[in-house]
């Protein structure tokens, strides 16, 4: 069964960190992008960050852009998101996914395996 499962969620005041795991079973990381989106309430998931497949390379929404780093560890088929200096802003479900061709981007049509998500909370 291919699935995706997110840990590491939580509540934090501004300023904190958190990392984000997400472990996947059912399929390899080799020839997929995979990403982590975030569903702020009443809005869609939005693109977050991803991490090609074939050549590492990363993608960063503007806003995390220097405070969020996303990795993988293809032996343990487990990827990352370290959040860093967390803001309010930053609130809301975080959902990591796959995409089905290594496209190495934030779209959301292009990710065909999703985790269940996980809440992260950020107060002032």
């Known amino acids: 069964e291919v699935q995706l499962v997110e840990s590491g969620g939580g509540s934090v005041q501004a300023g904190g960190s958190l990392r984000l795991s997400c472990a996947a079973s059912?399929?390899?990381?080799?020839?997929?992008?995979l990403a982590w989106f975030r569903q702020a309430p009443g809005d869609i998931p939005l693109g977050v960050s991803c991490?090609?497949?074939?050549?590492?390379?990363?993608l960063y929404l503007n806003s995390v852009e220097g405070r969020f780093t996303i990795s993988k560890d293809n032996d343990k088929n487990i990827f990352y998101l370290q959040m860093n200096d967390l803001k309010p802003e930053d609130t809301g479900i975080y959902f990591c996914?796959?995409?089905?061709?290594?496209?190495?981007?934030?779209?959301?049509?292009?990710?065909?395996?999703w985790g269940q998500g996980t809440q992260v909370t950020v107060s002032s």
């Open positions: 059912g399929f390899s990381f080799d020839g997929r992008t």
């Open positions: 991490i090609r497949s074939f050549d590492g390379g990363t």
């Open positions: 996914a796959a995409d089905s061709g290594d496209y190495g981007s934030l779209h959301r049509g292009e990710y065909d395996t």
